[in-house]
């Protein structure tokens, strides 16, 4: 037991379990059932064997070595480690020291881990990897997760057969017999509640007497894998709130991290800051604790690194360094225009978009020196108005420098990789990204901005609402992706160049068309132009997608059958539509067609999304069309 005066956090030893949490005179927040595994507060971990098809294995991480860390008046930091063991094989073959850490005067609790893969042990894939929370669900009935995504949750209980209807897959289901009326008819999924991990630094929960605030901040993104824009996982019914740190959710088993035989590897993940808060008034709003939420979040933000964890595997800030310089773009008509609110990074060196799967440190050798390359750290940044960018607070190592610009397409990569020392200073000057043109402007369809946002986004079926999202976010309603056979029950959507609007008349996720019960079909849209003349040369198509789950894209110019100008081959596994995501990850095509397939007069141009399976679709991101330079 650790109490500094404000909250007392009890932990089982040697395993590391958090047992008890007690706080503004409630003897405990967390729903703790000890004949229960997944209860209380605990870290854990889905694994495999290398190139198994068994179900993946869950590890709940249970310490086997407890010490005190350090015990002063300032602190106390307690470590149970788990070393792994050949005979265990319900175990990945980890060493991991799980952390906890609480200050005197906080009102909360810190939590971080180091995973080590020792360079003689056997390789295995690490599928997934958080700290999860179960918490009181007679006290916590109110989620919050931004300033709009904020609602009373139902019960645990209402998803049960007794009271719900199983939807298309295990984790959603239509409330029919509520506990609290207010549900009824709703759906519930967990995916519904997902967020970029640049969105999502504080969420949590709310027990309204005493009115408390249970929260869970992430003051830095670097020890996440895939990236800001990367989608997962943060509260859900339970109550439950989850830091997620490895998942494939919302990327495909690319993101897995798949070690080799004998491949050395470590990481440290967090800390995250469990933040309680609490108002001496009953009558204090919902909206209260969460201002105070949102307060502590930047304090802890402003405060990364922190000074006080006391593992050597969690850099100070005093040898970490910085890089600076400004981006500008060059495209038709622009020449050296500021990159505006540009994402620039700092990841694993590698081609453009790498990053987005990118998950994993090693370590190698050169001349018989050790050098650290520190893969699966990653440190991002805004650019401001005028495209100058500083990433602050990197941990030592070498990188690729990224960057993708809003309203732009095209990834830029630094010609030279950045090699970060301790207290470096890396000034990189003005940098140019030269966005991928090959001629004018005939016509475009969307927005490059990474999402399907801007596309039409149906009503879901009155059966199927979650109040929520309403009016925001209206693409996290259940089953929008069988809107599409409702909207079009015969022919397939046509894109008319110069009348249709994309905001009305394009289908947020190219999809399937359902023709029986569970009977789904592949589609072909049109998109229809007029060219006034053709000119002698190449044009180039360039298609820009947000997502893509068990497709295959084919392209064909003015003819619906044959072999196409263009396939991606079956691609992507991000499962961002039945997920209720905008987007997954980002691929870009360029496609060059010969002027000898247009004809002066009407075009057409086929997409054909050839597999059938109810959750195979695309999200486009942008689409246009180049002609040749004259």
């Not at 991480?61 to 050949?86: M, Y």
């Not at 929960?205 to 895939?226: A, K, V």
């Not at 005093?318 to 773009?329: H, K």
């Not at 040369?537 to 110019?557: D, K, M």
Request: net charge neutral.
């Amino acid at each position: 037991m650790v109490d500094n005066g404000i909250i007392k956090l009890i932990l089982s030893k040697p395993e590391g379990r958090i047992i008890g949490l007690e706080y503004n005179g409630i003897d405990n927040l967390l729903e703790f059932i000890k004949s229960s595994t997944n209860t209380g507060g605990y870290w854990d971990l889905n694994w495999n064997t290398l190139g198994s098809k068994k179900d993946v294995i869950v590890d709940l991480i249970d310490g086997k070595e407890f010490e005190v860390i350090v015990n002063n008046v300032n602190q106390v930091e307690l470590s149970f480690r788990t070393i792994w063991n050949p005979s265990l094989n319900s175990k990945a073959p980890l060493n991991i020291d799980k952390r906890f850490i609480v200050l005197r005067g906080s009102s909360g609790f810190y939590s971080y881990a180091i995973f080590e893969h020792q360079s003689d042990w056997p390789g295995f894939v690490l599928q997934e990897t958080r700290i999860a929370f179960k918490l009181n669900q007679d006290k916590f009935r109110s989620m919050a997760i931004s300033d709009y995504r904020q609602r009373d949750m139902p019960l645990p209980e209402d998803r049960n057969r007794a009271r719900s209807i199983a939807l298309a897959y295990p984790e959603a289901v239509r409330i029919t017999k509520p506990i609290d009326s207010k549900c009824k008819g709703e759906v519930d999924d967990k995916y519904q509640y997902s967020a970029d991990n640049e969105d999502s630094k504080v969420h949590g929960w709310i027990c309204p007497d005493p009115p408390t605030g249970f929260w869970l901040i992430t003051p830095s993104n670097e020890f996440r894998t895939g990236g800001p824009t990367k989608q997962d996982l943060t509260s859900h019914v339970g109550p439950t709130t989850l830091a997620m740190f490895v998942s494939n959710h919302y990327a495909g088993e690319g993101l897995n991290l798949n070690f080799g035989n004998g491949e050395y590897w470590k990481k440290v993940f967090g800390p995250v800051f469990v933040y309680l808060n609490s108002s001496p008034s009953k009558f204090s709003t919902k909206k209260t604790l969460w201002n105070d939420a949102k307060i502590m979040m930047e304090n802890e933000v402003k405060s990364w690194p922190y000074k006080f964890p006391a593992s050597a595997d969690f850099e100070k800030a005093q040898i970490r360094g910085s890089v600076s310089g400004r981006l500008m773009v060059q495209d038709w008509g622009m020449i050296n225009v500021p990159a505006s609110y540009a994402y620039v990074g700092l990841a694993k060196p590698g081609l453009p978009g790498s990053w987005q799967k990118e998950s994993k440190v090693r370590y190698i050798t050169v001349k018989s020196m050790s050098l650290i390359e520190l893969f699966g750290y990653q440190f991002w940044t805004r650019a401001d108005g005028n495209g100058s960018f500083i990433i602050n607070n990197v941990r030592s190592g070498v990188y690729g420098l990224f960057a993708w610009v809003p309203s732009f397409i095209g990834d830029f990569v630094h010609d030279s990789n950045i090699t970060i020392t301790p207290g470096g200073k890396i000034e990189l000057g003005t940098l140019l990204h030269k966005a991928p043109r090959a001629g004018p402007t005939l016509w475009e369809i969307g927005v490059p901005d990474r999402t399907a946002s801007e596309f039409f986004v149906p009503d879901p079926k009155p059966d199927y609402v979650n109040k929520l999202y309403i009016k925001h976010d209206r693409f996290r309603q259940y089953g929008l992706w069988d809107r599409y056979t409702d909207l079009y029950p015969n022919e397939d959507l046509v894109y008319k160049v110069g009348l249709s609007v994309y905001k009305r008349d394009w289908f947020f996720a190219h999809v399937t068309r359902r023709i029986g019960v569970g009977l789904y079909i592949p589609t072909t849209w049109k998109i229809q132009f007029n060219l006034s003349n053709v000119i002698d040369g190449l044009y180039t198509l360039r298609i820009a997608l947000a997502s893509t789950h068990n497709s295959e894209l084919q392209v064909r110019v003015n003819m619906e059958g044959g072999n196409p100008q263009f396939t991606t081959n079956k691609i992507g596994k991000d499962n961002a539509i039945a997920r209720h995501g905008i987007h997954g990850l980002h691929n870009l095509f360029n496609v060059t067609i010969s002027s000898n397939f247009f004809n002066q007069g009407l075009n057409t141009i086929y997409f054909t999304q050839t597999q059938s399976d109810v959750f195979s679709g695309i999200m486009y991101d942008y689409i246009r069309l180049e002609g040749p330079f004259i």
